[in-house]
Every structure is written in C-alpha cells, then in structure tokens.
C-alpha cells in the first residue's frame, strides 16, 4: 500500500501495482529429434521475460508436426519427411524486441527398400547392380549370406565378374540406418552361363541296330541341343 500523509486527518491510502516489464530470451535447446511415423514426445520450448513470451516460427515444418504458441513442438511426422529442418523460432511478448532461436528438427526415418529384388549377370562379364532404400539418415547395405563367386556387395553396389557354372543364388539383404527397424529384401541373384559342351569321344553306331549317345554341356540356363548337318539315316 501507498499513503500519504499531511497531520490532517487520516493519511491517505492506495494498493498501487509496480509491472517491471522484461523482453523475450529463448533459454531451451536448439535441436531435438522426431521418428517419422512415431508420435513424438513434446518439445517445450522456453523463454524469460515477462509477460509471459508467446512462440511461433515461419519456417516450415514437416507434414504432422505443429507449433504451439504455448511452445510446444509435437506431433507424428509424416512417413517420408525424413531429413533436416532447420528453422527460426521467435519469442515475443510485446516488450523490445521478439527473441529468436535458430532451431533444428531432424526426423529419422526407417528404411524401406525401393529397388528390385533380383539381378541377372553373365559369367565372365563384369557387371553391376545398385541397391536403393528410401530414409533418413541414408540406410547402409550388407548381406550375411555367401555371393556368387566373384561378386561383391559395397555400399550398396551388387558388381564384380562371376565365375563358376551359372544358376540362382537367394541372399537376405539388409538395409540399416539406427531408425526403427533394419528393412530386409530377399533377393535373387542369377548368373547366365554361356554354354561348352562337356561330352569327349565319339559315338558309335551299328547298322540295324538302336543305339544312343548323350551329349553333355555346362552352362546356365540348361543348353538344348541341334545341329545343322545331315545325319545317317
């Protein structure tokens, strides 16, 4: 209370209200983390000053992911937003000038396998096949199952020139990038094999009589057999 007084009487009274008004200063953290398809815990952001700062930002956020004026950054972020927001958050209150924070969002986002699950190769023949997965941060590629001889499976890059005899090798590959669960393909990896028949010597027939000889060949897929000059009748 305020009074006032001059030895006339009763001294004067009044409740008197003293506001000490204080500009916006963001004090909580720049960055946090989200998992798309994940609702997020909250993030409060926080602020001196008085009155009480209200927040807002005009960047942009990812799709499911909203701003309070309260300060609370929430949500479940869309499949697909995986990446980096970086945005500007103001505080203000009406008293000098708004406060502002430069903050960043990052949103993981689980792998999922975007490529084909099968590749062809030639024996002899160098070639090359590249893995691809949707998510953030980029998935790493790796496969704990044994590769076609001369085959080799780096960053995500299937290549090398096979050897052997050709066929159909099934592996498990496996996309990784620390966000939810590893992605996993069944893939199959078939290696074509020209062909070179294998059968030594030479037939023998007797007139009159039936007989059979069975030419042999390696290769991938199995060879068929022809030829264009005249056989005994």
Do not use: C, H, W
């Not at 490529?115 to 590249?130: C, I, L, M, P």
């Not at 949707?134 to 995500?156: D, E, I, K, R």
Request: glycine share 14%.
């Amino acid at each position: 209370n305020l009074s006032v007084s001059n030895g006339v009487g009763n001294a004067g009274t009044q409740t008197f209200t003293l506001t000490v008004n204080e500009a916006p200063n963001i004090t909580s953290a720049n960055a946090v983390g989200f998992q798309a398809g994940t609702a997020a815990t909250p993030f409060q952001f926080r602020a001196t000053g008085f009155p009480a700062p209200s927040f807002s930002t005009s960047g942009t956020l990812p799709t499911g992911v909203t701003l309070s004026s309260t300060g609370v950054l929430s949500g479940t972020p869309a499949a697909g937003t995986g990446g980096t927001y970086a945005f500007t958050v103001m505080a203000s209150n009406g008293v000098g000038a708004a406060a502002t924070q430069s903050f960043t969002l990052t949103v993981g986002d689980a792998p999922a396998f975007t490529s084909a699950n099968a590749a062809t190769f030639t024996a002899g023949t160098a070639g090359s096949f590249t893995f691809s997965a949707s998510g953030f941060p980029a998935p790493t590629f790796s496969t704990a199952n044994s590769l076609p001889a001369g085959l080799s499976l780096v960053n995500g890059v299937l290549s090398g020139t096979p050897t052997g005899s050709g066929g159909v090798t099934t592996i498990t590959v496996t996309a990784s990038n620390g966000v939810g669960t590893d992605a996993t393909q069944s893939f199959s990896i078939t290696v074509n094999k020209a062909p070179s028949i294998t059968t030594t010597g030479n037939p023998g027939f007797q007139v009159g009589q039936s007989g059979s000889f069975t030419i042999q060949a390696s290769g991938y897929p199995a060879a068929s057999f022809s030829t264009s000059d005249k056989l005994p009748d």
